[in-house]
């Protein structure tokens, strides 16, 4: 099948002899649940933040302190519906985040490298938590834009490492699920934060204050709860400390024999070290140019799903089809329990059908809901907007958004941070990492600056170029991304090197030489 690659199991199988991995331990221990709890809680506080903007900027009381004018409009009968949010300064205050997560991802892919996994994971919480009171005593928009970079800024570390810290640790046999924690956790946030929406639109004068300040509790809580978590072997390999990295292994692998896995990561390491130049200089070269495509074509088709629509501006968009403020917000916590669901679902099936089935899955459903999304804005508010869209219709768009949620929720939203943080060699990890992120934050950006924008210009067109977009990278995967589950993460290699297609650019490893004395004590003491 084109596409398809060559899955090699993890535990030999199919008759065909061992498999890469065929000594690594599969079982799931205590310590590697807590540290991927732990990781993952940082999509908890990303997630947060993300959503807590989409119900303050409907919500009376933010709008009265900061934004007056958008007041005006909602109370104007003769308003484009469309166009009542339409404001530079307020998606000003929600894309801060974005850009600025932006650039920080370019920078904590060489810091992560340089300091573990762990450590960056550390600094994202100390910023969450700095950004969250900035934010919840802010007495003007300067200082929300402010907190929010500071937000943008935790979020470009904790999206560049915790995804890998993840896939590092897990074993490979589940790495999927535990993976996808990441995205559960994010959509907890998003839940957490409409319910607190929800308590604080009803109260006057300073509800917002409320719905910025709990997100001081889980940076919090994720700040010290960071601290002992151990740091994956991976990293503390690729950074000389191999006794450690063994000592860590055995910790996250039960004290079972590591030896082999522990193996495979000095071998990759070893592959860092051929390189005089950085991993930036890296990723371009030939040898990792599906690395490279991989790393700028998920994030772009990521953020062209339509996503943005239902994530960020989910309150918006039921208030724009007539629901009041209060209504519209609970219409956002029905949408998050459907998210939580089928991302529940797709960490079940992940490592048992595999990446690319759900890919293909989720792109029909997601075609399917934006065609209709488009059909129902167009014929019942219209080209202007000016009509009002009855109540059963808008019921209807209820009903499609929820059922996008889910098309997205077993596909692109947990698959997102799952393959990224898998198919980069040792060598390159930060890099592809920190480069997806930080396209994918730029993305973000751009379309929460210019969203509310094409809603107002494009109406119910906004939907219909979304939808073309899902077609185009439904057929990429299809083509282009092999099928990576059960692989350990030290030997995908030998995935994209049987790919149809980028066997022309990626070569096997060549065997291991034979250990000696000499060459472990280089290994051990020597700069990796």
Request: a positive charge; charged letters at 15%.
């Amino acid at each position: 099948m084109h596409g398809g690659g060559v899955v090699l199991p993890v535990n030999g199988g199919g008759g065909g002899g061992p498999g890469p991995g065929d000594a690594y331990s599969s079982e799931i221990t205590f310590t590697v649940a807590m540290s991927c709890l732990m990781a993952a809680s940082g999509g908890l506080i990303f997630g947060y933040d993300i959503s807590i903007t989409g119900g303050l900027t409907q919500m009376q009381s933010f709008l009265e302190a900061f934004f007056p004018d958008i007041i005006e409009k909602m109370n104007s009968a003769s308003q484009d519906e469309y166009c009542i949010f339409n404001s530079q300064l307020l998606t000003t205050f929600v894309s801060s985040l974005y850009l600025a997560g932006m650039i920080a991802c370019l920078v904590a892919g060489h810091i992560t490298r340089r300091i573990g996994r762990r450590n960056s994971m550390l600094i994202g919480a100390s910023l969450f938590l700095a950004g969250s009171i900035l934010n919840c005593a802010a007495a003007n928009i300067a200082m929300l834009v402010v907190g929010r970079v500071l937000l943008g800024v935790a979020v470009g570390f904790t999206n560049q490492s915790a995804p890998v810290y993840l896939a590092e640790i897990a074993p490979a046999r589940w790495r999927g699920a535990f993976t996808s924690i990441f995205h559960f956790f994010l959509n907890v946030g998003i839940f957490v934060a409409d319910l607190v929406n929800y308590r604080a639109n009803t109260i006057e004068g300073w509800g917002w204050r409320l719905s910025l300040g709990v997100g001081i509790v889980p940076a919090t809580v994720i700040l010290l709860g960071a601290f002992f978590i151990p740091d994956s072997p991976n990293s503390l390999v690729l950074r000389g400390k191999v006794d450690a990295a063994r000592d860590s292994l055995r910790r996250i692998r039960g004290g079972k024999n590591v030896e082999a896995e522990l193996k495979d990561i000095v071998q990759a390491a070893e592959e860092d070290r051929r390189y005089e130049s950085g991993a930036f200089r890296r990723i371009v070269r030939r040898e990792y140019r599906p690395h490279l495509v991989m790393a700028v074509a998920i994030p772009v088709f990521f953020e062209l799903t339509g996503m943005i629509v239902v994530t960020l501006f989910t309150p918006l968009l039921f208030y724009t089809v007539g629901f009041t403020s209060q209504k519209a917000i609970l219409g956002s916590i029905i949408t998050d329990v459907v998210s939580l669901a089928s991302i529940a679902v797709a960490a079940a099936a992940v490592d048992r059908v595999g990446r690319r089935p759900l890919f293909m899955v989720g792109g029909g459903v997601l075609l399917a809901c934006l065609v209709g999304m488009s059909w129902v804005f167009g014929a019942q508010l219209g080209a202007d907007g000016g009509k009002a869209m009855p109540r059963r219709y808008a019921v209807a768009v209820v009903a499609l958004v929820c059922v996008f949620t889910a098309g997205f929720g077993v596909s692109w939203g947990p698959l997102k941070w799952i393959v990224p943080s898998e198919i980069y060699p040792l060598e390159v990890r930060s890099a592809g990492q920190g480069m997806s992120e930080a396209i994918s934050l730029l993305l973000t950006f751009a379309q929460t600056q210019s969203f509310l924008n094409m809603l107002c210009s494009f109406k119910y067109g906004t939907f219909a170029y979304n939808a073309g977009w899902v077609v185009i990278m439904t057929a990429f995967v299809f083509f282009f991304l092999p099928e990576t589950k059960g692989v350990p993460i030290e030997s995908l290699r030998e995935v994209w090197a049987r790919h149809w297609y980028w066997k022309r650019f990626v070569k096997p490893l060549p065997p291991a030489a034979p250990e000696t004395a000499s060459s472990a004590t280089k290994v051990a003491d020597g700069p990796v």
